[in-house]
């Protein structure tokens, strides 16, 4: 669950919270603009509900998002019991333990503690004892080294870059490279989960990001198309994150270019090396043919490559990258031929960030 945090949200109920309510009406909740919950997209706000007229009783819920006039809530949250609330119950957002133990605690030492189970929800693991980075199902890296042009005033030429940069690997989506199944009912879809709409439209999506673990009975609305993203509600609930991607697949990355970096215009991504990963294939599948490169030149890093190191689940198929030339700000992964059965993998990228000009004064 990915939690955000507002400052100073807290509003007021102006009519009765039911025990069995999973949303509650903007007009009932005065203060609710407080709370800052998007119309769209995924949020996860804890909220602690009290009242003045009992003290000592509470509630922890958790705000998931925002649709027309009414605010959507998951009851009832790290051992407290959804009951009801009547008018002048106040909802505020405070920190929880949930909330804390949700964060990697990293000690002086720069081990890691994890709490019991609950690895699986780091997207990256640190420390010298709790284990490696690890490139996860979601996408998240927070920061990236760059080798920059620095000033050596005072500094001897023989003195190293006290700030130098790091190779560092990345992944896209996971999408299929064959035949894509369509939603079906009553089916847990979990984060690499791929399906295409029951009546095909020309997009596949896969699971991004997982709120809930109720499966859905009702197709969720799959007409977005890039680089929209599908929300899914069950109950109210968000639920699931649905990336489209085309069929077949294209998959279209923005690295971080020269205004993700402060100071250090203009900065640029050297490629050392491309590939991709394999986490399912059905049984004498077809190898898929795929091509990548730039939006400027779609075949710069590999020209209708057969993925043919990949012969089983698990596998990887790797492309280094040994020509030089200039540094990129996109990638573009096309899928060529797709296998005539299913197929999901995803695509990674390997190199680093150098600044690639002076800047000037």
Not at 208 to 225: L, M
Request: hydrophobic share 40%; charged share 15%.
């Amino acid at each position: 669950m990915a939690l955000n945090f507002v400052n100073n949200a807290r509003a007021t109920l102006t009519g009765t919270l039911g025990a069995s309510a999973t949303n509650v009406l903007k007009s009932s909740l005065d203060g609710w603009e407080s709370l800052s919950v998007p119309e769209s997209g995924a949020f996860g706000l804890l909220v602690t509900i009290t009242s003045p007229a009992e003290p000592g009783e509470m509630e922890i819920i958790r705000i998931t998002a925002a649709s027309g006039t009414a605010i959507y809530m998951a009851r009832g949250l790290e051992g407290t019991t959804a009951r009801e609330w009547l008018t002048g119950a106040i909802l505020e957002a405070r920190i929880t333990a949930g909330a804390l133990n949700s964060f990697l605690s990293m000690g002086i030492d720069g081990e890691g503690s994890f709490e019991p189970g609950e690895l699986a929800n780091y997207r990256w693991l640190v420390g010298a004892k709790t284990g490696y980075p690890a490139l996860s199902m979601v996408t998240r890296t927070t920061g990236f080294p760059v080798l920059e042009v620095r000033d050596w005033a005072g500094q001897s030429p023989q003195d190293q870059n006290p700030s130098p940069s790091r190779e560092i690997v990345n992944g896209s989506v996971v999408v299929g490279l064959g035949t894509i199944p369509a939603w079906a009912s009553s089916t847990t879809y979990v984060p690499g989960s791929v399906v295409q709409p029951t009546t095909p439209n020309g997009y596949q999506y896969s699971v991004g990001d997982v709120y809930d673990t109720t499966v859905g009975t009702v197709q969720p609305d799959f007409s977005a198309s890039m680089p929209n993203s599908t929300s899914e509600y069950i109950s109210g609930n968000l639920t699931r994150i649905w990336v489209p991607t085309p069929i077949p697949a294209v998959v279209a990355v923005t690295l971080a270019g020269s205004s993700d970096f402060s100071g250090l215009d203009p900065a640029g991504f050297v490629v050392t090396e491309v590939g991709a990963i394999c986490f399912s294939l059905e049984s004498e599948a077809t190898t898929p043919v795929v091509s990548i490169g730039t939006q400027a030149d779609q075949t710069r890093f590999a020209d209708s490559v057969a993925l043919d190191q990949i012969t089983a689940a698990g596998h990887i198929h790797r492309i280094a990258v040994t020509a030089g030339g200039a540094p990129v700000e996109d990638l573009v992964f096309t899928v060529e031929t797709p296998s005539d059965k299913q197929y999901m993998g995803r695509f990674y990228w390997k190199g680093f960030y150098v600044q690639n000009a002076l800047i000037t004064p």
